[in-house]
Every structure is written in C-alpha cells, then in structure tokens.
C-alpha cells in the first residue's frame, strides 16, 4: 500500500491506495488534471475579451494557491513568503542593485528549504514535494528582477538584443507580481516564461501585429484571428498518456540503481553493461516528458504559449515548451540534448548567470544549476561531470567534425558514431542525478573505472581548444536553443508574443533574442 506521508491534503488517500502511488504524486497529477480542466475554463469564460485583466490576474492567482495549499498544505505559505520578501526587496533596494539582492535571497531561501527537505524529510524521497515549486518561483523571481533591472536602470546599448527585448519597464504591482509567480497554469511544474509574455497574455495582446509604418516610425496595430489550442493540446495529451504508461510500466523494470547491482556489475560483460545503462536511464525520462508535457498543455489549453505561424501557416503553440522529445532521443551531440532538455531553466541559466558573469561562465553556470537542482550530492557530480564532458565535446567537434561534411555516407557514419557516444556519455553523466547519494554514485563511476573522465580529460589536453568571443558568441552549457532552431524563427510571419524565451519566447522578429551558443 502506498501510505507515505504528505503535507498536503489526504483527501485521495483511498486512490492513492488503490493505484499504489505515494500520495503526494497523486495529489500533484489531480491538481495538474483539475489545472487542466480549469485552463479551458479560463480561456472560454474569462477571456481578455470578455472580462478585465484584475479579474484574470485574481482568479489565476487565487487558484494558483489553492492548488499549492492542496498539494502542499502550509508548506505553500513560502512560495508566499518568498515572493514577498523578494517584491520588498525590489521596492525598497531599487532597481540598481535589486537583482543582485533577490538573486541571492530567492537562491538563499530555496536551498534554505532543501536542506531542511532533505534532512528533516526522507531522504531520497523523490515524490512532489513543497521545494519543486519553489525552484520555478525562485527562476521567476530572479528573471524578473533582472528584467527590471535591465529596463530601469541600464542603458539600451549596453543591453543584447536579447536583455532589450525582455526588459520591464515599469514595476510591476504586488497582484501582477503574484499572479506571475503563482497562477494556477504554472504554480505546480512551471515552466518558466518571461513577465512581459505573461502579462501580454493576461492582457489579451497576444494575438496583436505591430507594423511600422512607411515613414519608419509610424506604428499600426492589427488584432489577427485568434487560432485554437485545442490541436495542440489534444497532441500534447496524447504524448503525456503514451509517456505515463511507457513509465507506469516499463520504467518500475528498469531501475537506474541495477548499474550498482554487485552482481550485475561481476557478471554483466561490457557490452551488456553500456546497453543496460542507455536502456535504463532512457526508461527514466517519461516522467519528466508527462510532466512537462502536461504543464505545456495546461498553458496552451488557457491560451498561453501561441508563438506565431510556421513557414506552412500552421499555429505554433511552443512559445513555452520544455523540451523536443524527439530531438532529444536522436541527439548526435552534447550540445543538441542539452538544448532540447529543460529548456526554460538552459534559457534562464543563460540570461541571469552566463550573460552577467565575466569569469568561467560555463563553471559557474554549471554550479548554478547544481545548486538550484538542490543539495543532494548526486547533483553535484552530475554537473562537475558536465561541465567535463562539455568541453570536452566541444574540442571533438570542433577538431574532427569537418572531416565528416562530405560525402553523405560519410556523414551518415558520423552521425551514427555521435549519437552512440552521446548517448552512453549523457547516461554516464546523469547516473549520479538519479542515485542522489555519493556512496552509490562513486560505485557507479568505479565500476567503469572513471574512463569517460580519463578519456574526457585526455581530449582537453591533447586537442586544441578553439577560443571563442562572448560577444560575438555564447557559449551554450545547457542554456540555449541550437541554432537551427534559431534560424527556423525567422520563417515565422509575424510577431506574436514579442518577449520571450526558447519555449517561452520567440518569433521571427526576436529571434537575434536566442542567439545560439556555439559550441
């Protein structure tokens, strides 16, 4: 019987029984499906067109807590105090040096809670738990008080295409800050997306074309027919089926900890033994796709996420998608997973952190993100192992890549040869993510003998490394879309949501917005 504890309501404790599932999990997909139900809801009954924005920004804050109350119980009150002790923040610090100040509480704050989480709570317990959302508040805080510091305080030349685009101009009142950091489409699973592509939303610009006019600064606005969800969230649906089932029933048989298995590890030969591991660390990632495929949905079905047409006319409702399923699983480089995988926390990683810093901006984005992950040491390892592997796929690419061009059997070849060395070296990273601990994460490692490591280190020291210049070029650490992505925008017709990340921003006009970060 699944009877773990909860903060949150035992309303379903009987179904929790029944599907034997903790019932935190339980809660979360409820609310998540009750979300769902309540998005199309608010898209059909309090639309920009028939009610005021107050009204919007009150009911989608007001279920927005609720749900946490439900999930968490007074647990959800520090999603409440941490916004407001930021908001103070930013009011009374100014606008000079308030992302610094909010950065380091919001940060402060959530590691705060992990720890006490993990220590106080079962460690490794790995069901919803009260510091998931906290972890969107906290990207939510940060973003915008960078936002805000970017439109208020520094000057537009001293701003990227990208930072001007985003910039706040104004400060946001305490509703619109609440409602942006606790509506009930994002409280539970986010994503992420930028303040302006959220308050054009409740405000119902979304759908508005702003063209020049022919003198240059003339301005004309045109309202274009708004396009329906429903497509793309019945698709979405489909996937988060297909993704829970593929979980509920293959993943339970594949555990990531039978690497470990001393047994295993004394009887498996070497290739059974990088088999198991792709085919178990692939088995572990469903339930991230439901998850962030239904937070996606949840958006889409309360019109949130249209990003503009395709090169075909169709309506693209990927402005704050998390993730390409399928880029993702055919991934011939580093690069090309990271840029596909979580991609709202790659796009704030790069905007809060590696845009502002001018000392090792890969490491010290790499240790943001363990941070913010949380304070099992598994994370850690994870990203100092990251950031080796890296760079070190960045010094094979850029060293062996162009040989390979021509002729295309050719290029099949090394497409093939990649994408087996990316996936191995991607499960072999992620290992210890999954494990948590550090005992069982060195056994792991040992047991292959650190040999990706030593190969790792080897190519650093060996191979040339091709300097880049930041400001011609980003380096992408997990944090951008590739660049074909990128020059894919440019094909959209027009400009939809003009603010806003990879999955939430993005279209033809911005597209500079999301320049790629070579490798």
């Known amino acids: ?186 409280i539970l699973a986010g994503p992420l997306c930028s303040y302006k592509d959220y308050i054009t939303f409740i405000e119902g610009r979304s759908y508005h074309i702003t063209q020049s006019g022919e003198n240059g600064k003339e301005e004309t606005q045109y309202e274009r027919t708004e396009p329906s969800p429903n497509t793309a969230v019945i698709q979405k649906l489909l996937v988060c089926g297909l993704s829970l089932l593929f979980h509920l029933t293959i993943c339970t048989t594949l555990p990531v900890e039978y690497n470990i298995d001393e047994h295993f590890q004394a009887t498996a030969s070497w290739p059974t033994k990088i088999i198991y591991l792709y085919i178990s660390l692939l088995a572990a990632r469903p339930k991230y796709y439901f998850a962030w495929t239904l937070a996606d949905a949840i958006n889409n079905a309360a019109g949130f996420g249209f990003r503009g047409y395709d090169k075909n006319g169709a309506a693209r409702w990927d402005l704050i998608s998390n993730l390409r399923i399928q880029q993702i699983e055919m991934s011939t480089s580093f690069k090309m997973f990271l840029d596909n995988w979580n991609i709202q926390t790659a796009l704030w990683l790069k905007r809060v952190c590696y845009e502002r810093t001018s000392f090792s901006p890969t490491i010290q984005t790499f240790i943001l993100s363990a941070i913010w992950h949380g304070v099992y040491p598994g994370y850690y390892l994870t990203f100092l192992t990251g950031v080796l592997m890296t760079l070190a796929a960045r010094a094979m690419r850029n060293n062996f890549r162009h040989y390979f061009i021509e002729p295309s059997q050719l290029k099949l070849f090394y497409d093939v040869i990649t994408w087996i060395v990316t996936q191995v070296a991607i499960s072999y990273t992620v290992v210890p993510f999954v494990l948590l601990s550090i005992k069982p994460s060195f056994t792991f490692y040992s047991s292959w003998y650190y040999c990706l490591h030593i190969l790792g280190i080897l190519v650093l020291l060996l191979l040339p490394v091709k300097k880049t210049q930041r400001k011609n070029t980003h380096e992408n650490i997990q944090l951008s879309q590739s660049k074909k992505f990128d020059e894919g925008e440019n094909s959209l017709g027009w400009n939809s949501f003009s603010t806003t990340n990879n999955v939430c921003n993005q279209n033809q006009e911005i597209a500079s917005r999301h320049s790629s970060l070579k490798q």
């Not at 699944?2 to 309501?9: K, L, M, P, V």
């Open 1 to 186: 019987m699944a009877t773990t504890s909860t903060t949150g309501s035992t309303l379903l404790q009987p179904l929790s029984n029944a599907v034997q599932l903790p019932i935190d999990q339980v809660n979360f997909v409820v609310c998540q499906l009750f979300a769902l139900l309540a998005a199309i809801w608010f898209r059909t009954y309090l639309h920009s067109s028939k009610t005021s924005s107050f009204i919007r920004h009150v009911v989608a804050t007001l279920l927005g807590l609720y749900l946490a109350l439900f999930c968490f119980g007074w647990y959800a009150l520090h999603f409440l105090v941490q916004s407001g002790i930021s908001y103070c923040i930013m009011i009374i610090i100014g606008v000079e040096n308030m992302h610094n100040y909010c950065f380091v509480f919001a940060l402060g704050y959530l590691t705060v809670c992990q720890v006490t989480r993990v220590y106080i709570f079962d460690y490794g317990q790995y069901s919803a738990d009260f510091s998931g959302p906290m972890m969107i508040i906290t990207q939510k805080i940060t973003s915008l008080a960078c936002e805000i510091h970017d439109g208020m305080f520094r000057k537009d030349e001293e701003l990227t295409s990208s930072q001007r685009d985003l910039a706040v101009r104004r400060m946001p009142s305490l509703l619109e800050y609440l409602s942006y950091n606790c509506n009930f489409m994002g």
